[in-house]
């Protein structure tokens, strides 16, 4: 199969999340039917499978599209896909998925002496601060995005 | 001694959508059965309104409106995916488990040493919780019944968590724990139990199994073992074969038109044949049947069904629609408003087992290999992008199930996901 067969499926077709990265790079040994025996036979690995760069625990890992700004600076943009493990713990310099007063939405955490704080990363946005009385939780960390650059 | 863990989704398709959607924290709020008919999940807020199991959407309607219950249609593709998420968890914790409904799963908990069971548990609890966001209940118990009635018990606990291994603590529970409420109790038995004055599980407990036999056939028997701590029912982890599969469905509008039921029933036996297929197995003959709506008593009435025989057995869908059309054929009548219609088989067999018939024109291989492509099609790009003929076109169609209020398809369509900002 062809990768841009695969790639981001256009017109919104359902594709299960542990197909979505997977595809499979066909060596011409596997096609040869006739002739002198292929010397790549005895090479012949398991296919390179994207699912093993991109997600790490498939159970656990859901996908969220971008609509907001405020991650710009580190390469987060409207339109984007990222990838959210729910089953990783947040560390210093995560990027994660925060429900923020029941909006859903992205953040850097960094940890200040003893706290946590989540930060924009968007230098012309105004800082983001948590206020007495936010109720803010942790949906999951961001561990890649997928963007479509032929749009 | 055999021990089980019954662990279940709190208000599993209402979890599933508050996973998603964070506004939906706090608020009550209902899923609605197929064609939005009654409520079939409710949270604990929705319950706190007087909101019943099973009750129909419009008799609630206004309630829900001031007092603003989100009402939503049910999304199956994401139940299904949400459940499935659970179950591989479950996995990680049990090396056998058997999968009872979407929501409900037993897990066998024999390896666990006694005095960790309820940790054990707890884990089993938060890890769900963590990865798929669903918030559980697990019950513990010698025996599946037992399992059950602590996962009931656990509701009511902060830690989601009841271990009912030991026997003081399984008395202590079931002398107030309601007979009705007992695992497979349905409610004529209840009356028959409660004119004994058996209120409690306790009370049935020491109840003669024999006795129990006499009232409630080997049923009652069974269960009555199961509360002592017996265990007759053993893990199925292998789902039971099928022994009969149906496709029914209300109108999403009454059906007056013989062409319109046609493609209706149609469609059943598209999605029966994709059922059949999935379960490998076959039937030689479909039951179909169609009603009016009993509840409009001032309309004419009607309610038949016929049986159609299919020479071989079979899952191809063509054969399948071939046979319900005539079923259609035979029972038509005009000047009703038609409200249910549906098919049924029992019976099934492997294909391979069913007996060939003598004068067989049908070919196959070539239905085989068109099914699966069909299916195969149907699984990549979603349900009914190929569609015999016969169903018609679907988006114009009266019995396309409703479901106006449908959250997005968030785990299964690139079109659907779920945003942030």
């Given at each position: 199969m062809l990768v841009d067969q695969i790639a981001m499926e256009p017109g919104g077709m359902p594709v299960p999340i542990t197909s979505l990265v997977e595809f499979q790079i066909r060596f011409v040994g596997q096609q040869v039917h006739a002739g002198f025996p292929s010397p790549a036979d005895d090479f012949i690995e398991t296919s390179v499978d994207l699912n093993q760069v991109l997600i790490q625990n498939s159970t656990a890992t859901f996908l969220w599209r971008v609509a907001g700004d405020c991650m710009i600076d580190c390469k987060i943009f409207p339109g984007d896909v990222v990838i959210v493990?729910?089953?990783?713990?947040?560390?210093?310099?995560?990027?994660?998925?925060?429900?923020?007063d029941n909006a859903p939405t992205l953040k850097r955490v960094k940890r200040m002496g003893s706290r946590m704080v989540l930060h924009n990363e968007n230098a012309t946005l105004p800082a983001f601060t948590v206020t007495e009385g936010t109720d803010v939780s942790i949906w999951g960390v961001v561990t890649a995005t997928i963007r479509d650059l032929s749009k | 001694m055999t021990a089980f863990a019954l662990s279940d989704g709190n208000s599993f398709y209402c979890s599933c959508e508050r996973v998603f959607d964070p506004k939906l924290e706090k608020r009550p709020v209902i899923v609605l059965s197929n064609n939005d008919g009654c409520a079939v999940a409710r949270t604990s807020e929705a319950k706190a309104l007087g909101i019943k199991m099973g009750q129909p959407y419009f008799q609630i309607k206004d309630l829900c409106r001031q007092e603003g219950v989100v009402?939503?249609?049910?999304?199956?593709?994401?139940?299904?995916?949400?459940?499935?998420?659970?179950?591989?968890?479950?996995?990680?914790?049990?090396?056998?488990?058997?999968?009872?409904?979407?929501?409900?799963?037993?897990?066998?908990v024999e390896h666990v040493p006694r005095k960790d069971r309820t940790a054990w548990a707890s884990e089993l609890r938060a890890t769900t919780c963590q990865w798929t966001g669903i918030p559980t209940c697990v019950g513990i118990g010698p025996t599946k019944t037992l399992a059950k009635l602590a996962n009931k018990a656990a509701k009511t606990l902060a830690t989601g968590v009841l271990d009912l291994t030991d026997p003081d603590e399984q008395a202590r529970v079931m002398a107030d724990f309601p007979i009705g409420d007992v695992w497979g109790i349905g409610r004529a038995n209840q009356a028959k139990l409660l004119a004994l004055d058996i209120?409690?599980?306790?009370q049935l407990r020491d109840m003669e199994p024999k006795k129990a036999r006499g009232i409630m056939t080997v049923v009652g028997e069974k269960i009555v073992h199961e509360l002592n701590g017996r265990s007759c029912m053993d893990l199925e982890s292998v789902a039971p074969q099928r022994q009969g599969c149906a496709v029914t469905r209300s109108f999403g509008q009454r059906v007056t038109s013989r062409i319109e039921m046609e493609q209706a029933v149609a469609g059943y036996a598209t999605r029966l044949g994709e059922k059949l297929r999935r379960h490998g197995l076959a039937t030689d003959y479909v039951t179909v049947?169609?009603?009016?709506?009993?509840?409009?008593?001032?309309?004419?009435?009607?309610?038949?069904?016929?049986?159609?025989?299919?020479?071989?057995?079979?899952?191809?869908?063509?054969?399948?629609?071939?046979?319900?059309?005539?079923?259609?054929?035979?029972?038509?009548?005009?000047?009703?408003?038609?409200?249910?219609?549906g098919i049924v088989t029992q019976d099934l067999v492997p294909p391979g087992l069913a007996q060939r018939s003598l004068f067989d024109g049908l070919d196959h291989d070539r239905a085989a290999k068109v099914m699966a492509a069909m299916d195969e099609a149907n699984r990549?790009?979603?349900?009914?992008t190929v569609v015999p003929a016969a169903v018609g076109i679907a988006s114009r169609s009266p019995f396309t199930t409703k479901f106006e209020?449908?959250?997005?398809?968030?785990?299964?369509?690139?079109?659907?996901?779920?945003?942030?900002?």
């Open positions: 493990d729910r089953s990783l713990v947040p560390r210093h310099r995560s990027i994660v998925l925060a429900i923020i | 009402a939503l249609s049910s999304n199956y593709a994401l139940y299904g995916d949400m459940s499935r998420r659970m179950n591989v968890v479950y996995n990680r914790f049990s090396p056998e488990t058997e999968v009872y409904s979407i929501d409900e799963t037993f897990l066998d209120q409690f599980a306790g049947f169609m009603h009016t709506s009993p509840f409009n008593d001032d309309e004419p009435q009607r309610n038949v069904s016929m049986t159609v025989d299919i020479p071989e057995a079979t899952n191809d869908t063509m054969q399948l629609i071939k046979a319900a059309r005539r079923a259609v054929e035979g029972l038509w009548k005009s000047g009703y408003r038609y409200s249910k219609a990549r790009w979603g349900r009914a209020m449908r959250s997005p398809r968030y785990t299964t369509r690139w079109d659907e996901l779920p945003v942030c900002r």
